[in-house]
Nanobody, 126 residues
Framework: EVQLQASGGGLVQAGGSLRLSCAVS????????IGWFRQVPGKEREGVAC??????YYSDSAKGRFTISRDNDRNTVDLQMNRLRPEDTAVYYC?????????????????????WGKGTLVTVSS
């Protein structure tokens, strides 16, 4: 059974940093993309970053501020978020899919993905 579990959310002031972690089990870790998405109420879920093998992909809003990385020993994919802004406030989800990788390269929900973790709330105060 594939399971993804996100953690690390919290409250931070604008300009601060947070590190999210996605624990992955039941999936051959290096073979599939693992991505981070976020959603605020009333808006569509949007891609933030994705890692596929040794390649990383970022949304425009994340480039230069966020870094996605993989820890093969811990089977986790982490999202280091720096210089946080109030508009980064959202519930963050990690996700994966075994049927393709176009979604990861585009860092977008091109189609429904197979696996989602429960979200973790990030709140950035101004």
């Amino acid at each position: 059974e594939v399971q993804l579990q996100a953690s690390g959310g919290g409250l931070v002031q604008a300009g601060g940093s947070l590190r999210l972690s996605c624990a992955v089990s039941g999936l051959t870790f290096n073979d599939y993309g693992i991505g981070w998405f976020r959603q605020v109420p009333g808006k569509e879920r949007e891609g933030v970053a994705c890692i596929l093998g040794s390649n990383t992909y970022y949304s425009d809003s994340a480039k230069g501020r966020f870094t996605i990385s993989r820890d093969n020993d811990r089977n986790t994919v982490d999202l280091q978020m720096n210089r946080l802004r109030p508009e980064d406030t959202a519930v963050y989800y990690c996700a994966s899919d075994t049927d393709g990788d176009a979604w990861c390269k585009a860092t977008a929900l091109l189609y429904p993905l197979d696996y989602w973790g429960k979200g973790t709330l990030v709140t950035v105060s101004s």
